[in-house]
């Protein structure tokens, strides 16, 4: 059966509906910061600075003090015609731009004004949005699932998002939203990873969404799809700590999950190579004195010393002060023959060049 078209305010002040507009906008961040306006900033024909001016007016002490999408607001001059004058030129701006509508009582220097036009072009961008999730439903073969609008996916979500920004403790972007709805439709996440996954960047101390994305592809990527799949990896990360903290710890990684590649590093060093983990550490502490801690320098350090044929400590310091005393003797030769090479104290005279000198370099003309 068809849906009916989603209306913001279906009847009365505010109005019930499937989608409320109060959702999307006051709890959106409305007047904090108008994220929505600038997801949809094209569609209304706002540039950037027509933004910032909305923001400025959004912040008024009177807005603030009332319901954002009231009848009506007043401002008065009360003793400051400046403000008066300015205010009316910022609503004539919004007016032009469709967004507001507004009376100016110059005798009373008042100005009455609501943002009906704005509401209004929102309730339309919704009704379209609405309207080509309905024709991608229709267009869809009975295997295929119905479409979702973003909307009901951010409805159907909300406990989730605001555990988001309860866990964040900030409101979260339009974008960050669309990142949270994409874990869970593109990576087939449930509802618990993804408080896993916030509750793994917080504890991380890390909350940017670039990291928080990262972390979500990551398990994307090992398979993780439940709660239980997040459990088993931590329990298999916790065995891997065990195992290899203490190389983990001497590289500084220790406050991230290894990558695949890094996991096969840890067991081709003991299990193909045969290194113990004495050498191994010892190879770490040689790629802090070069300023590269990471596993690729101490692969690169260990597969040397495999071809060395170093298979004890005893063998990589052996060949660590070779190395090390033949840098020593190069150095003693080169200063040598730097200090041998034989040096000249004679001076040679230089000819003094009088008018005799210079005048062939005169051409005269023939008489």
């Known amino acids: ?60 002490p009177e807005l603030q003090a009332q319901d954002p999408l009231g009848a009506d607001y007043c401002i008065r001059a009360e003793g400051n015609p400046d403000r008066y004058r300015k205010m009316r030129e910022r609503l004539m701006e919004f007016a032009d731009l469709g967004l507001v509508f ?41 295997d295929e699932p119905p479409a979702t609008s973003f909307l009901d996916q951010m409805e159907r979500h909300k406990p989730l998002l605001r555990y988001a920004e309860q866990r964040l403790n900030r409101p979260l972007s339009d974008r960050e939203v669309r990142d949270i709805i994409d874990w869970i439709y593109t990576y087939g996440f449930d509802d618990r990873v993804v408080r896993a996954i916030l509750d793994e960047g917080v504890e991380r101390g890390i909350t940017r969404f670039s990291y928080l994305n990262q972390i979500a592809r990551q398990w994307h990527e090992k398979g993780i799809r439940t709660l239980e799949d997040a459990e088993a990896a931590e329990a298999r990360h916790q065995q891997l700590m065990v195992r290899w903290g203490r190389v983990i710890a001497r590289l500084g990684q220790q406050s991230r999950r290894l990558t695949p590649a890094e996991q096969e590093k840890l067991e081709k060093w003991t299990k193909e190579w045969n290194f113990p983990e004495e050498v191994i550490l010892r190879a770490c502490d040689e790629a802090i004195l070069n300023g590269r801690p990471t596993f690729a320098y101490v692969d690169g350090i ?36 730097t200090a041998a090479r034989p040096r000249s104290n004679v001076v040679r005279p230089v000819p003094r060049k009088d008018d005799a000198y210079y005048e062939q370099f005169i051409w005269k003309p023939k008489r």
Request: charged share 30%; no cysteine.
């Open 302 to 337: 260990l597969q040397r010393w495999l071809q060395e044929g170093v298979r004890t400590l005893a063998d990589a310091e052996r060949l660590l002060e070779e190395r090390r005393r033949a840098r020593e003797a190069a150095s003693r030769s080169g200063s040598r023959s």
């Open 1 to 60: 059966m068809k849906r009916p078209p989603v209306r913001a305010f279906p009847s009365g002040r505010h109005g019930g509906g499937s989608v409320d507009l109060a959702l999307a906008i006051l709890r959106r961040g409305f007047i904090a910061f108008p994220r929505l306006l600038i997801d949809w900033a094209n569609a209304l024909d706002l540039g950037y600075d027509d933004l910032g001016k909305l923001l400025v007016l959004l912040n008024e």
């Open 102 to 142: 507004y009376r100016d009582d110059p005798d009373r220097l008042e100005l009455t004004f609501n943002f009906r036009p704005l509401v209004d072009k929102l309730n339309q961008l919704l009704q379209q949005q609405e309207a080509v999730a309905e024709e991608a439903a229709a267009a869809t073969t009975p």
